[in-house]
């Protein structure tokens, strides 16, 4: 039932190769890959474990900020940053685990604590001197670049991201064809049949609200050396959560690979509207993509991945 | 006949209403008992003390000659004691195939042998040729068949069944007791909650009576259905006419 998603890697691998000789081309790529890897992790909680998070930026905040502040304050290089931010972002994602499960916070109530929990490092961070404040940080730029990760070229950063993005789709594949993926998916479902049922859903939703942080503080991570700039409202702001959560529910979120299909359509599409018409009518673009957007959820509302790959139904 | 389950003393309260006092009765292994009550005599919420869901303020349930009160439902599962649900809870966003096959997963970690394992359950109930469909469409008696096919894919030794005939048909309801009776045969202890009083009658071997969440009887159910009190519980006694 759940099968390897060769087409979508088989395309990503394609749209890497299209647009090495592109630096704009590679830009969009870069930036879809990039939503779409934290989309696709952000869904693994969300639409399978039903763990519906509206505060995953907590965790891409901590993984673009634990590399931003090693590598401005200290000089340390990203690799030398990354575990420690994955790292970071896990012990977070169990804490809070921890205290919403405990107490039996559920669907709506869950995503509002997190949603809180992010609110809170929003504002820290944004008091915090040492982290920049709301101005937030530069990156420098120099040494050696495949030290620094601060390459001239964009295709590195194409090939860094693909990387992350494969890993995590075959990972989730990997999972959700397993007991884990079985299991989260009753709980998902039904808590109360499947503790009955033998699952122990304490432990499984602790793994899944993890491993999904442990992801996109990855992707955060890349985001700091790639962007070379961090600030509140671009890492840890409410916008980046809503924004996995649009990508997910307009690409499917019952498939492993639709948040990356939302990702694919929406990133190009927002990018072509503010060429076309952004330019001479500025805000005329926004106003399209949101009808787009209302579009997509009115006539679509499995997502566009369930137009083709529709449930069995006999 | 040795008793499996061992209910002991069982009590729970809700604030101020007690829903169960002082509850004890033995269930021998092989048997199909019963326990039978009128409405809100406290049937479900006992079934909930033993299956985990509630922890039961005193007493012991023991398993096996082991104290399970108060283990969480899952450790209770693999231990092998499971259960269905009056109001069924079917995963709606998986098939049938997909739905047992959360429960094999208690027995077997990897894929392919809980699958297997699954499938055996649901040819074994005849239910093979749902196994693709979703559970999201079933209707009332086939999700009631399908808890069943989830609660035996997890290899129980005790199965309780709440409520599994409310809502059926006759003709459905028969076919259900010929599967319970058959599940009997193969050496299962079922422990099941009924209202219907003919029901009972015709399948269990032994009864328990509940009434205001006491026990009021416990024996052979021909024994127990002719108790006066038991009549009483259930039609209410005569009451003085006003002249």
Redesign the interface.
Known sequence: ?IRFPLIPVLLVVAGFAAATQDRYLMDVFVLTCLYGTMAVAWNLAAGFTGLLSLGHSLFIGIGAYTVAYGVTAHGLSPWVMLPLAVLIAVVCALAIGVLCFRYGLKGYYFGIATLAFSEIAFFLVSAAVWLGRSDGMMLPAGGDPWISLQFRAKWPYGLMILVVLLATLIAGWALL???TG??W??I???E??????????FGFKLFSFALSAGIVAVCGAFYACYVAFVDPRSVLGVELSIQLLVFSIIGGM?LLWGPLLGAAILIPASELLRIWIGASFYGVNIVLYASLLIGLALFLPQGLGALRWR???? | MTALLDVDGIGKSFGGLTALRDVAFQVPQGAIMGIIGPNGAGKTTLFNCISGLMKPDAGRVRFGGREIQGLRPHRICRLGLARTFQIVRPFRGMSVLENVKVAAFARHDRGPAAEAHARAVLADLGMAHMAATDAGILGVAELRRLEIARALATDPQVLLLDEMLAGLTATEAAALCDQIRALRDRGLTILLVEHSVPVVSALCDRAVVLNFGEVLTEGPTAAVLADGRVQDAYLGSAAPCPT
Do not use: C, F, H
């Open positions: 039932m064809r397993a007991k079985y299991y998916r009753s998902r479902d039904n109360e049949a499947a503790e009955a049922l033998g699952v122990p859903i019952g449930r069995r139904v006999s």
